[in-house]
């Protein structure tokens, strides 16, 4: 495969651009265990997320009823329509996926009796956080998602009370995240720096947390992370510009130390704060 790779550059006259992340997976065994993660059949349509040359691609075609492969760079999209031309179940769309709605790109394949919608990604590293919030929180979500991220991204990704982040918090709420594969520097062309692993992203049918308003939840969460180091009760009034003894009495009513730091809560922790808040909060808003 590294040597595939390695011809396909030769031959089209290509560099990696290290602007856009671009890194190739080139070990083989990898590239299949995360098909195999992905659990594809004949009704799954599958959409990929910077698919390079084709090498991941490829492989879900020979899995999944449809592959939609969103490709930024221009180059790479030549590249794969004349590489992947044989593959009629293949549709590589040029695009930078943040501007894309999913319901556009697979939607006419859910109206299909039985098939369902997932998601099998490298991603570009300094991408990871936004590319997953966008397909999470997209009107049209996917059964599950496989991505290859950054091994440190993976680690927080899955992480419990104790060390979570936002972005624990917020793939969490829609999913249950869990390791299936760690992958060496090695096996990617050109090597990057640090190693990756495959996190596979089961998605919840409803929100692992019931709140009456998602973005005001999230609005909650952001505030008692943007000032990690700081006491919750602290970070959480001046996050969201509420006196901090009102906001005090919240986090005892919702069974939280109030001298506890972000990263300390759980999912429902968290519910159960925005809970207390939400009506301050709501209050502010409207004022």
């Not at 098939?115 to 099998?120: D, T």
């Not at 509420?242 to 990263?263: I, K, N, S, Y």
Request: aromatic share 6%; proline share 5%; net charge positive.
């Amino acid at each position: 495969m590294r040597q595939d790779v390695r011809r396909l550059l030769q031959e089209f006259d290509l560099r990696p651009k290290k602007g856009l992340g671009q890194s190739f997976l080139v070990d083989e065994g990898a590239l299949r265990r995360i098909v195999e993660a992905a659990e594809l059949g004949p009704h799954d349509v599958v959409l990929e997320v910077g698919p390079g040359l084709g090498g991941l691609t490829r492989l879900l075609a020979e899995r999944a009823g449809r592959v939609v492969a969103i490709e930024l760079d221009r180059r790479l999209v030549d590249v794969l329509r004349q590489t992947l031309s044989d593959l009629p179940n293949v549709e590589i769309v040029h695009g930078d996926i943040l501007a894309l709605d999913p319901a556009d790109l697979v939607g006419r394949w859910l109206s299909l009796p039985g098939w369902q919608y997932k998601v099998v990604a490298n991603l570009p590293y300094y991408i990871t956080s936004a590319v997953l919030r966008h397909l999470l929180t997209a009107e049209v979500k996917p059964k599950l998602m496989v991505v290859t991220v950054q091994r440190e991204v993976a680690q927080r990704l899955v992480a419990g009370p104790g060390q979570m982040s936002l972005l624990a918090v917020s793939v969490q709420f829609y999913g249950r995240p869990r390791i299936v594969a760690r992958l060496k520097a090695g096996a990617f062309y050109p090597s990057p720096q640090v190693d990756s692993a495959v996190v596979r992203v089961d998605l919840h049918e409803r929100p692992r947390v019931d709140v009456d308003d998602v973005d005001r939840f999230f609005e909650v969460v952001r505030a008692g992370f943007a000032q990690r180091r700081k006491q919750l009760r602290n970070a959480l009034s001046q996050g969201l510009s509420l006196p901090v003894e009102g906001v005090t009495e919240a986090l005892r009513r919702a069974g939280v130390d109030e001298r506890q730091r972000a990263q300390a809560l759980s999912l429902e922790e968290w519910g159960r704060v925005y809970r207390e808040l939400s009506e301050q909060v709501s209050r502010l808003s409207r004022s």
